[in-house]
Antibody, heavy 123, light 108 residues
């Protein structure tokens, strides 16, 4: 059964870089059947898509975050990662990793989510 | 950019009531609209995609429909376990996603 397990620090200082990792179990991260992404949710607020990476390594980023975000894949560890630079208090949120399935050439909305990692930005 | 407007922001209904939540897109997005349910303290769960396709395992009291650029999530008979926040999401430009603001559903 495919599962996603996010990991990373719960506290980041302002101006620093957040690094989160999502470990995929039960499937190969290189599978042509899936795309992988990150979504965040500030406490008590709505969902914000951060970015997505395809099985081939193509990346798609939210324009509002694009200048600060990098998403990458480590096939040797079956993981994908998020780096978000120049963190501020506004970046405090629960960060979810998620999987999207492909049907023919269509990428469906994320249907499997990790448990979420609460990241607080504070000195 | 296409904007999504979700309404209402919250609602309170009795067990057994029919509940509807609406999302309106500022431009046509065909049927590319999904609905998620997020129970308190839990991970969002995909309920419906392509406006009306029920995700596997989702109870049949949930349904989705489209009229032009207006999309509706209907719970035919509200149950206590349906207390949650519901989000719509455009997926017309996959794999980029835009979420609605959310609707909090409570039991009266």
């Amino acid at each position: 059964q495919l599962q996603l397990q996010g990991s990373g620090p719960g506290l980041v200082k302002p101006s620093e870089t957040l690094s989160l990792t999502c470990t995929v179990s039960g499937a190969s991260i290189s599978s042509r059947s899936y795309y992988w992404g990150w979504i965040r949710q500030p406490p008590g607020k709505g969902l914000e898509w951060i970015g997505t990476i395809s099985y081939s390594g193509s990346t798609y980023y939210n324009p509002s975050l694009k200048s600060r975000v990098t998403i990458s894949v480590d096939t040797s560890k079956n993981q994908f990662s998020l780096r978000l630079r120049s963190m501020t208090a506004a970046d405090t949120a629960v960060y979810y990793c998620a999987r999207s399935s492909m049907v023919v050439t269509l990428v469906l909305p994320p249907d499997l989510w990790g448990q979420g990692t609460l990241v607080t930005v504070s000195s | 950019d296409i904007q999504m407007t979700q309404s209402p922001s919250s609602l309170s209904a009795s067990v057994g009531d029919r509940v509807t939540i609406t999302c309106r897109a500022s431009q046509g997005i065909s049927n590319y609209l999904a609905w998620y349910q997020q129970k308190p303290g839990k991970v969002p769960k995909l309920l419906i995609y392509d406006a009306s396709t029920l995700q596997s395992g989702v109870p049949s009291r949930f349904s989705g429909s489209r009229s032009g650029t207006d999309f509706t999530l209907t719970i035919s008979s509200l149950q206590p376990e349906d207390v949650a926040t519901y989000f719509c999401q455009m997926h017309n430009d996959a794999p980029t996603w835009t979420f609605g603001q959310g609707t909090k559903v409570e039991i009266k």
